[in-house]
């Protein structure tokens, strides 16, 4: 009896709109994909909820199983965000199928992003630089668009704010926080971005190897280029071809470093370095290691910043 009590009173209360705002901001079930874009949407909403992940930590966004959790979590959802089916091709039917009554927020057609071109070939022979605000809707210049868009600290500032307007509208109570706690991360993003910068700066000018072209953003927002990647997508495994464009590249003798992730297929990326006698190093465009929160963006960018130094700095 005393138990329906309490929830008779809960749904009274919820019916007349005497929740507090924390608890409304809750009650509008915010679903996040990746571990980073989670983080910018829980930096926006400190205070007033906490987001739901899906992608598990360590997993990769090309290809993932619905859990039963995840699937209850898009059909509750008030506000799905996700970067779009060039990252996460596995969410883009569950989206459609599940999240019918929510707002859902595609990150990587924001107007004024960096958008780089993905890069051709095992060995990059010159930068490619891509276009800024580019067009909306043109779905086919998307294609040939590096995905790996939050890897540029500039990108997640735009971001802030289009997570902050799509909660404002979903929870207008709470507008105030979400705008000011926009503001705070953007002043955040400014600050971790001049530490980069200072960070990597000894580090130019010595080329090294990636496992997957995954970190162009990084690379062309800090002035430090890759001279190849082995994979051009984790999704796809690099065929013979081009592993041994690779160690061609590797043959002229000024690559210190190959740098694997945890996602992708160590033990290639650890063959290929024993072979040329060069040093493995790790970088992790997602966090596995981070505990997800407001906290693992910066971390994350943070971390890609020292596993560089950890490799390429000199003996």
């Known amino acids: 009896?005393?138990?329906?009590?309490?929830?008779?009173?809960?749904?009274?209360?919820?019916?007349?709109?005497?929740?507090?705002?924390?608890?409304?901001?809750?009650?509008?079930?915010?679903?996040?994909?990746?571990?980073?874009?989670?983080s910018l949407v829980a930096r926006v909403m400190e205070g007033r909820g906490t987001p739901t992940l899906l992608l598990p930590p360590g997993a990769s966004p090309h290809d993932n199983a619905l859990r039963p959790s995840d699937a209850a979590a898009l059909a509750d959802a008030g506000l799905v965000i996700w970067m779009g089916p060039a990252i996460e091709p596995w969410l883009e039917r569950p989206i459609t199928a599940l999240a019918r009554n929510a707002t859902v927020l595609r990150l990587n057609r924001t107007?004024?992003?960096?958008?780089?071109?993905?890069?051709?070939?095992?060995?990059?022979?010159a930068e490619d630089k891509g276009d800024d605000d580019q067009e909306d809707?043109?779905?086919?210049?998307?294609?040939?668009?590096?995905?790996?868009?939050?890897?540029?600290?500039?990108?997640?500032?735009l971001w802030l704010d289009e997570i902050a307007r799509a909660?404002?509208?979903?929870?207008?109570?709470?507008?105030?926080?979400?705008?000011?706690?926009?503001?705070?991360?953007?002043?955040?993003l400014a600050a971790l971005e001049a530490r980069i910068e200072a960070r990597v700066a000894p580090l130019r000018g010595r080329p090294f190897i990636v496992l997957h072209d995954a970190f162009h953003y990084f690379e062309d927002r800090f002035d430090i280029e890759a001279?190849?990647?082995?994979?051009?997508?984790?999704?796809?495994?690099?065929?013979?071809?081009?592993?041994?464009?690779?160690r061609d590249r590797l043959r002229q003798g000024d690559?210190?470093?190959?740098?694997?992730?945890?996602?992708?297929?160590?033990?290639?990326?650890?063959r290929v370095a024993?072979?040329?006698?060069?040093?493995?190093?790790?970088?992790?465009?997602?966090?596995?290691?981070?505990?997800?929160?407001?906290?693992?963006?910066?971390?994350?960018?943070?971390?890609?910043?020292?596993g560089l130094a950890a490799c390429l700095n000199p003996l």
Request: hydrophobic share 45%.
């Open 167 to 188: 909660l404002a509208k979903l929870d207008p109570d709470s507008a105030d926080t979400y705008m000011a706690n926009a503001e705070a991360g953007r002043t955040e």
């Open 274 to 306: 024993r072979d040329a006698g060069v040093e493995i190093g790790v970088l992790d465009p997602l966090g596995a290691a981070l505990a997800p929160g407001p906290a693992l963006y910066p971390a994350l960018i943070e971390g890609l910043a020292d």
């Open 137 to 157: 809707g043109d779905e086919a210049h998307q294609d040939e668009t590096d995905p790996h868009l939050w890897l540029d600290p500039r990108n997640a500032a």
């Open 111 to 125: 107007e004024g992003l960096t958008r780089l071109d993905l890069r051709e070939g095992a060995a990059f022979e």
């Open 227 to 246: 001279a190849g990647a082995l994979a051009l997508s984790d999704a796809r495994p690099p065929g013979p071809a081009r592993v041994a464009q690779i």
């Open 1 to 38: 009896m005393q138990r329906w009590i309490m929830t008779a009173l809960s749904a009274a209360l919820i019916a007349l709109g005497t929740f507090s705002s924390e608890s409304r901001a809750e009650t509008v079930g915010v679903v996040a994909s990746i571990a980073p874009l989670h």
């Open 255 to 270: 690559i210190r470093c190959i740098f694997r992730e945890p996602q992708g297929n160590a033990k290639l990326a650890e």
